[in-house]
């Protein structure tokens, strides 16, 4: 019987908080449920990367994976990018950053698949040296609304596909796709090695890249700024090829 793919996700975090009624002053590592249901619904087991350090370690948990995601969630900390936050409120959570990092560059070295998705996606820019716009509003002067508090998986935008792209491969040639969109960051300057997929079709700004690392050409790294695992109705066949890409992609390293 053919093993299950095997595909780790990074962690989300909550800290230490008075006012939480379970494990108040515990820190929690969690996934959204949607997430897990994303991969296993195509048939692969979804696996929470914790952090860890003593007899075991988190890259323990990367060589054991078939592939590694990185996962949506809070902004990344400017610092990490060598920026101090604009507002008190963009502060983002370092420490995570810190351990994803880590986690990237262990997949990297073990030649992991990766695929990053929103959060994911700017983290991977940023370990690759790359910076973020802090928030778009603030910082862009744009018209499109790229993210909504009150329509968190429902706004949506649409897209321009770059011609030849890994992304217009995997959407079957298309040009133009639609996107639920649900950040207010971004990412400004692109990382080394990263080739952009797809941008805004309003307002350029970049959605998906992909990594084409010439010294080591076997390292598969695709990310976009959307969250397929929230797609809905008309979005639901993109979402599903771009995860039949990923599996694919699994399946062909094992």
């Known amino acids: 019987m053919t093993r299950l793919l095997r595909i780790g996700i990074s962690a989300n975090f909550f800290y230490p908080d008075p006012g939480r009624t379970a494990y108040a002053k515990k820190t929690l590592a969690f996934i959204e449920q949607g997430m897990c249901d994303y991969f296993a619904a195509a048939g692969a087991l979804p696996f929470l990367i914790p952090h860890i350090s003593g007899a075991a370690q988190t890259r323990d948990f990367v060589a054991e994976m078939d592939g590694i995601v990185f996962s949506g969630g809070a902004d990344l900390c400017p610092r990490t990018y060598g920026e101090e936050p604009l507002k008190p409120e963009w502060e983002g959570d370092a420490p995570r950053d810190a351990y994803e990092i880590g986690l990237y560059k262990a997949a990297l070295e073990m030649k992991k698949p990766v695929l990053g ?46 011609p030849d792209s890994v992304l217009a491969r995997i959407y079957g040639g298309r040009d133009k796709a ?22 805004s079709d309003t307002d350029g700004i970049i959605e998906a890249f992909r990594l084409d690392d010439r010294k080591h050409p076997e390292n598969y790294v695709l990310a976009v700024q959307w969250h397929p695992e929230f797609a809905r109705n008309a979005e639901k066949p993109d979402a599903e090829a771009l995860l039949a890409e990923f599996l694919t992609v699994l399946n062909s390293r094992r």
């Open 117 to 162: 998705i929103c959060r994911g996606f700017q983290l991977i820019n940023v370990a690759q040296g790359g910076t973020l716009y802090q928030d778009i509003p603030t910082q862009l002067d744009t018209a499109t609304v790229h993210r909504c508090a009150d329509k968190y998986d429902g706004l949506k935008h649409g897209i321009d596909i770059m």
């Open 178 to 199: 639609t996107v639920n969109s649900v950040h207010h960051q971004a990412v400004k300057e692109p990382g080394k090695d990263l080739i952009i997929e797809a941008v």
